[in-house]
């Protein structure tokens, strides 16, 4: 009785100590966290379960849009000279509208396939899509994926703006649930398909068709409907005319997600990503676009504020730009009148004009070609070309930092620098002379000289803190304006020789509101650096003041203090003008796109006459002041009022003796000047040909002592603030 009562309690103890055991281990601190994050799970999913339940039963029980297929929107935004023109409108309802039946079955399957796969399912918005979106997003801390439905997006377009709060996407939820009770989905699709934004100015399918391809819908192959498809995601960056590897890379993603859901066979698709893209080569534009280079310029900047493109065409924003309407104006016509009096009449002769204040730095002039219906190509922060001889004042200016004046003398006679034999138009040379002189007649050999003096590397630091980007040779041949640049940045340097030193950042908006008058946006102060002493900004325009007066530039004297510099490529493929006076900069660029030979064609002619007409409006009420810069006296130059400096013809107007070409208004003068002109510069051409093999035959040109400049030994470089 005893054992077995004594077994009992064994059994009750051995019991008793597994019970507390059991107590021990769940009270460890690991199991207890994975508990408490187990339930939060639980009770997190619960509440955003029931959270998206009440959403749906509110949203089902919205009533529907009265009169939504007559509904236009007039929210529109609006580009803004700063003299108050209205320059570009954007509106959602410029377009050519097509009917659902008249749309391609290829292209709707495409659309729904990028953009909302499920549209034929859903109410209006994708709960499941909204939920996979969300935890993406936490998991990358970023918005990284969309759940917005074809209908949302719609609701975006016709009624809302584009502001990323959640009040929005509340709103638009709501609006979408509404469309949805009120039109079916085949009228949703229409509408979308007609009201989306597709860049380059097409509103809907049809008229992006036109724009991209010139064809109607039904005349569109697979990948070029594919390609359309891919276009609302990021229109200015898909745009074929922008980028045809981007637009090429996104069709491709549009067709592998209509393999996917097996709207094409992989005979289709593989057949599809092998295309090219044509594009057409007259894009209508559809909106109303004063200054189309500028627009574009504009929405680039409002992107780099954080607008998306979506939020600028729909906004109904108030963009107040630095614009000069009426110098603009003027840009574009003298653009289009000059090119046709010099017979520039070909699509790819081109010209570029870009203005802006070197003070405030206010963009004033900005055109990207001679025709924007024709090229959207943006030669003004695109084009990278050749500047020539207009490349040799920052020579000059690293030559003036170093200690050396525009009154020391400069060998104007042949040079050999390593192999590089560089040689006057027509083998003109004139001895000694003035930097100053060296200048204003362009002489190569001299620049040749100058940079062999002061060194490529003082050269190309120059060019750099003044603000070029594109890369420079180390080679004594930048000299004469061998590589090239952006007419953008080229300009931007030539502010500091304006603006006593200071390179100022260009911008174009002063101010954005919303369609409420709210100020989203204004300029503060604009970025400026100091990048030259105030004596070599002196110097440098004392030396370019005579360019317009008696050297190369002649044909832009405006009337008024004012400097600048011609330049012209070989064989007269590029041509520049860039000058400037107290208050504005501008620089002209005329040459032609596929790089070919422009006869006849100088920085002193077409350049220099557009210079002058567009300066001459946009300093119309900046008066006669002159640059409030130190005396600078240029020895034996307009002395007792008169120029006892003799100029020997010169290398960027070779057949004049130092005059500039004026372009007259008659046909008749134009057709006589561009023939004499023509074979002056043949002529020439031949003269140095029977030089050259002269020289092959032994006859080669005087080796000129290293040391070409009579003066001092030059102080050491006046280094930039950026680089002490």
């Known amino acids: ?41 639980l009770v997190t999913t619960a509440l955003m379960l029931a959270g998206f339940v ?34 570009k409108t954007f509106t959602a309802y410029t377009y050519d509208r097509v009917d659902l039946k008249d749309v391609p079955e290829e292209l709707k399957k495409a659309l729904i396939a990028t953009e909302d796969k499920n549209f034929y399912k859903h109410n209006g ?9 969300s935890i993406q ?65 097409a509103y809907g399918v049809s008229a992006a068709s036109k724009i991209y391809f010139n064809k109607k819908l039904n005349q569109l192959t697979l990948p070029e409907l ?12 898909y745009n074929p005319y922008n980028s045809k590897k981007l637009a090429i890379r996104r069709r491709n993603q549009v067709l592998k997600r209509m393999l996917t859901m097996r709207y094409i066979t992989k005979d289709e698709y593989k057949k599809a990503i092998e295309a090219d893209v044509t594009l057409s080569s007259v894009p209508q534009i559809y909106t109303t676009n004063k200054a189309p280079y500028f627009s574009d310029y504009v929405v680039k900047e409002m992107q780099k504020l954080g607008f998306t493109e979506t939020d600028i065409i729909h906004g109904g924003y108030k963009v107040i730009t630095t ?59 695109q084009a990278i070309r050749p500047p020539g001889s207009a490349f040799k004042p920052i020579v000059y200016a690293a030559a003036m930092e170093k200690g050396i004046s525009p009154n020391d003398l400069i060998e104007d006679m042949p040079v050999t620098i390593g192999n590089w034999s560089p040689h006057n138009y027509s083998h003109k040379y004139r001895g000694k002379i003035p930097v100053y002189k060296a ?21 190309k630091q120059l060019a750099t803190v003044l603000g070029i980007t594109t890369p420079l040779e180390y080679d004594y041949t930048i000299s004469l304006g061998s590589n090239g640049v952006k007419l953008f940045e080229f300009v931007r340097a030539y502010g500091a020789f304006a603006n006593g030193g200071y390179v100022v950042q260009p911008y174009a908006i002063e101010k954005i509101e919303d369609s409420r008058g709210r ?7 604009t970025k400026s650096t100091h990048q030259l002493s105030l004596k070599t900004a002196a110097e440098m325009t004392a030396m370019m003041k005579t360019v317009l007066i008696s050297g190369t530039g002649t044909a832009a004297n405006i009337g008024k203090p004012a400097a600048g510099k011609t330049g012209t490529t070989d064989d007269c493929r590029d041509a520049y003008f860039v000058g400037y006076t107290p208050d504005i900069v501008t620089g002209v660029w005329v040459g032609d796109d596929n790089n070919k030979q422009v006869n006849g064609l100088y920085g002193g002619t077409i350049p220099a006459r557009i210079w002058k007409e567009v300066m001459t409006v946009a300093t119309r009420d900046m008066g006669s002041k002159d640059f409030d810069y130190p005396q600078i006296n240029l020895e034996n130059y307009n002395k007792d009022g008169k120029d006892e400096v003799r100029i020997i013809g010169d290398d960027e107007n070779p057949a004049n003796e130092g005059k500039a070409i004026i372009v007259p208004n008659t046909d008749e003068e134009t057709k006589a000047l561009i023939e004499n002109v023509v074979k002056s510069a043949e002529e020439a051409k031949a003269k140095d040909k029977k030089e050259d093999k002269k020289e092959e035959k032994g006859q080669a040109a005087p080796v000129p002592a290293s040391k070409s400049i009579t003066t001092a030994a030059p102080i050491p470089m006046a280094m930039p603030d950026s680089l002490r």
Request: charged share 25%; proline share 3%; aromatic share 8%.
């Open 1 to 41: 009785m005893s054992s077995s009562y004594d077994r009992y309690k064994r059994q009750r103890a051995s019991k008793g100590s597994s019970r507390r055991e059991r107590e021990r281990r769940s009270e460890n601190p690991i199991s207890k966290f994975f508990a408490n994050v187990k339930m939060f799970i």
């Open 54 to 87: 009440a959403l749906n039963l509110y949203l089902s029980s919205l009533p529907p849009i009265e009169n939504l297929e007559d509904y236009k929107p007039n929210i529109v935004t609006k580009f803004y000279s700063a003299d108050g023109e209205v320059i």
């Open 125 to 133: 918005y994708d709960v499941v899509g909204i939920i996979r979106s």
């Open 137 to 201: 997003n936490i998991i990358a801390r970023q918005t990284v994926q969309g759940a917005s439905t074809l209908t949302q997006q719609l609701a975006r377009i016709l009624f809302l703006s584009n502001e990323r709060t959640l009040t929005r996407k509340v709103k638009e939820l709501e609006v979408a649930a509404r469309i949805e009770k009120t039109i079916t989905k085949d009228q949703i699709l229409e509408m979308y398909l007609n009201n989306v934004y597709l860049g380059a100015g």
């Open 226 to 237: 594919a390609l359309i498809a891919g276009l609302p995601q990021a229109p200015s960056v």
């Open 323 to 381: 614009l000069d309407s009426k110098a603009q104006d003027v840009a574009n016509e003298s653009i289009l009148k000059n090119m046709k009096a010099w017979g520039l009449t070909n699509k790819s002769h081109q010209a570029a004009v870009f203005s802006y204040s070197p003070i405030d730095g206010k963009i004033l002039v900005y055109a990207g070609g001679k025709n924007y219906g024709e090229s959207q190509y943006d030669r003004v922060t």
């Open 439 to 459: 200048l204003m007649v362009s002489s190569n050999v001299c620049a040749a000289r100058m940079i062999q003096e002061v060194g490529i590397r003082s050269v």
């Open 519 to 525: 100020v989203l946006y204004r300029a503060g102060k």
